[in-house]
């Protein structure tokens, strides 16, 4: 019976150290963060889809965080995202790009009303159009 409850207690022990190492900051571990982007506001034809961003606006605008503050900033708009159900998909201005420390790379693909983001859809929140424009 002792031998059971240390086996317990180390297995406990052991959970609660993961746990609490995975809880980490999202912020934490980025290590960069670039927008590119058109003008929010320009119309097209048709809608723009993440992979098809590059080859309709080859030279958009780029704005890059790579101190502790601006990636905060980003990282809190992006962690409160509205998720939308109802099959909207963004008409994509920008992509974000966010490098981790680990060399992993996430890309956001914005629109005006819309996000995408670890693929899914968000409405993009207006805080974040206003730091892109900034």
Do not use: W
Request: hydrophobic share 35%.
């Amino acid at each position: 019976m002792k031998k059971f409850n240390a086996v317990v207690i180390v297995a406990f022990i052991a959970v609660c150290l993961f746990a609490c190492k995975s809880k980490s900051n999202a912020a934490d571990d980025v290590q960069t963060i670039k927008f590119k982007f058109t003008e929010l506001g320009r119309e097209t034809q048709f809608r723009i889809t993440c992979d098809k961003f590059d080859y309709y606006f080859p030279e958009g605008k780029e704005k890059s965080f790579d101190k502790k503050p601006g990636i905060d900033s980003v990282m809190q708009l992006l962690t409160g995202l509205k998720m939308v159900n109802d099959g909207t998909e963004p008409d994509v201005r920008g992509k974000i790009y966010i490098t981790h420390t680990n060399k992993a790379v996430d890309t956001v693909c914005v629109g005006v009303k819309a996000l995408n983001y670890n693929g899914t859809t968000y409405e993009t929140p207006q805080g974040l159009l206003a730091l892109i424009q900034k």
